[in-house]
């Protein structure tokens, strides 16, 4: 099979030259601009939902990211949320918003087999892999910085 | 806010913000193309190096200037996990680490799961 | 000893004696729009989900070409058909509605042409007096199946395919008016090795040219015999490393080849390198290739669908792609 091996290196190399390639600088500097302008959206809630009298700053941030999340979940039922991450790219999916539309289009697509064996089921389909490693790698830090304590003498 | 509280004060701390959530997005789109790894596999890479940043004690300081240009994306997802599970840790032994990201992300979570469902509910997938 | 031969040889010159295509909004907007004999503005036919809509569309394909060759649906000897969904649902629940033998296939985006050569094949042999072939693709279903939900926000690489939501059915009888399928060439199964599973044109180029090679040395023709040559979904690039495969062995292709995927949409429908999907090359048999063969503008044609036949539980395993295209001949009676 070694013959088989060279072919298809030579033919991988081949398909490489030929295939076309993603616009880099257009698509660098819309995602970009995308996450950009999430990000952005994201500071102006923080600092309006900072100037009511009683809300520190850190609450702020977490009631901006909710605001990000519903708008994001919204936008993905209207069906508007996919036409801009195919121009956003990495600037739609890697803020929070991202998040959201990947929890709510599964949602959505497996409504079709019912609310609880599809939409429930299916959720976290996307989001998962981003849910399980955030739990299991933030255990680890938890207990790591536990166990430096420990060893600090600090607890 | 660590700059002046004047016009120019507040329209820099939004370029800040911009420049800053902006360079993310574009270093994943970075990944994106010359590794083609999956968006999946990105958004796990920049979870963990929030999780990674905010053990290190580095996350804080950078989140004071970058604001918003960090913890909007899904890196400040990641740290808020990782704060919950170090604060409980320390507070409440060990076995803390395991429930704090989840406490500390809690409301960001439910509300999306929460939307999610009403929204499947509401509106039907098109066909593009 | 002879030579095996890839090539089955139909002497009683089977014809597919009518054809009827059935299509979604997108494709009928597409630069082969006019040639479609239904244009479907509902994705879902007016059915609650897509399934049921591609279900729907593969009936109306088949009772549409039983009606134009003059048959009642119970005169089909059988129904060949096939779909790129799980279980072959959308096939087999429109034969549910239908009083024919079913025979499920699946050979992904080249099930057209093994349908064809089958039913021919049976046809040839004097098993059936007529015989149905269909199949159908749907973007919704197969985005489900093999990608991702229809709302999440993704990006493509410029050499992706787009699904075409479309059916056709054609009509495989011993006698009658149309063009004689001839020849079936069966393919291998190919693998160069291809594992980006956006770029399944150049995954299936190689089955492509090692099925024409194989029309081409079998019946001791070359590429200048036939008035035109079809490849089923490669796209705008899978069908450019078609030309270049068949340059190097020798085949040149030139201006009478062209690609079903790559005619299906023009370029600013933004559908990256063109259509993909089993309903892609029978859409465009049935209307497009047998129009133009009836109108006598083309009298030889070879038709080649390919089909990637990876799954996504493979495509995870860190699989290469193994494609198999499969080719008819189609002549018209001098």
């Not at chain 1, 490693?133 to 607890?155: D, E, K, P, Q």
Request: net charge negative; aromatic share 8%; with cysteine.
């Amino acid at each position: 099979m070694t013959d088989n091996a060279e072919r298809n290196a030579r033919y991988g190399k081949y398909v490489e030259w030929i295939s076309p390639k993603t616009d880099y600088t257009h698509s660098l500097v819309k995602a970009f601009v995308a996450g950009g302008l999430t990000c952005v959206t994201g500071e102006i809630a923080r600092n309006l939902l900072g100037m009511i009298p009683g809300v520190t700053d850190e609450q702020a941030a977490v009631f901006a990211s909710v605001l990000l999340v519903v708008a994001a979940i919204f936008m993905t039922g209207l069906g508007v949320y996919d036409a801009i991450a195919r121009h956003g790219g990495a600037g739609s999916f890697l803020p929070i918003t991202g998040f959201a539309n990947a929890m709510s289009s599964a949602a959505m697509e497996f409504r079709a087999e019912g609310l609880i064996t599809g939409t429930a089921v299916k959720m976290f389909s996307v989001v998962g892999p981003v849910v399980v490693n955030g739990v299991v790698w933030s255990a680890a830090a938890g207990v790591l910085r536990y166990i430096v304590a420990l060893i600090w003498g600090t607890i | 806010m660590i700059l002046p509280d004047t016009w120019w004060g507040w329209l820099l701390d939004y370029v800040i913000v911009f420049a800053s959530g902006g360079l993310l997005c574009a270093l994943a789109q970075i990944l994106i193309i010359r590794t083609r790894l999956t968006p999946a596999r990105i958004l796990v890479l920049f979870l963990i190096a929030g999780i990674i940043m905010q053990t290190l004690g580095i996350y804080e300081p950078l989140s004071a200037v970058l604001r918003s240009g960090i913890a909007v994306p899904i890196t400040g997802f990641g740290a808020s996990l990782a704060k919950g599970a170090i604060e409980t840790a320390l507070s409440d032994g060990p076995l803390g680490a395991f429930a704090g990201g989840l406490i500390q992300t809690a409301y960001g979570v439910g509300i999306a799961v929460a939307a999610s469902y009403v929204v499947s509910v509401v509106f039907k997938p098109k066909s593009k | 000893m002879k030579r095996r031969s890839q090539t089955l040889v139909f002497e009683n010159r089977p014809k597919l004696i009518a054809g009827m295509s059935v299509v979604g909004k997108k494709e009928g907007d597409g630069p082969l729009g006019k040639y479609f004999d239904r244009i479907e503005d509902d994705p879902k036919m007016g059915k609650n989900t897509f399934e049921k809509g591609e279900t729907a569309m593969l009936t109306e394909a088949v009772e549409g070409a039983a009606a134009k060759a003059g048959l009642k649906i119970s005169d089909i000897g059988a129904l060949f058909a096939g779909d790129l969904l799980n279980q072959l649902v959308s096939s087999s629940y429109a034969a549910r509605d239908l009083p024919v033998p079913y025979f499920g296939l699946y050979s992904a985006c080249s099930t057209m042409t093994e349908a064809v050569a089958l039913a021919a094949a049976c046809v040839n042999a004097g098993y059936y007096e007529t015989a149905a072939c269909a199949t159908g693709s749907h973007f919704a279903t197969a985005e489900r199946q093999y990608r991702f939900p229809l709302e999440y926000g993704c990006q493509r690489p410029p050499y992706a395919q787009w699904t075409v939501t479309a059916a056709g059915c054609g009509i495989i009888s011993a006698d009658g008016d149309g063009p004689a399928v001839t020849h079936a060439a069966i393919g291998r199964v190919v693998d160069y090795g291809i594992t980006d599973a956006n770029n399944m044109g150049a995954a299936m180029a190689v089955a492509a040219m090692d099925t024409a090679i194989a029309v081409f040395v079998d019946t001791e023709t070359s590429p200048e015999d036939y008035d035109a040559i079809f490849t089923g979904d490669l796209g705008r690039v899978g069908s450019e490393i078609m030309r270049d495969l068949c340059r190097e062995k020798g085949a040149e292709l030139g201006q009478r080849y062209s690609d079903c995927g790559e005619m299906m949409f023009s370029a600013k429908q933004k559908c990256y390198s063109g259509g993909s999907g089993a309903g892609c090359s029978a859409s465009v048999l049935n209307s497009f290739i047998l129009g133009k063969m009836n109108a006598r503008e083309y009298d030889r044609v070879l038709l080649l669908a390919t089909g990637a036949l990876m799954s996504p539980t493979t495509s995870f395993q860190g699989e290469s792609i193994p494609s198999v295209c499969h080719g008819i001949i189609l002549e018209n009676d001098l």
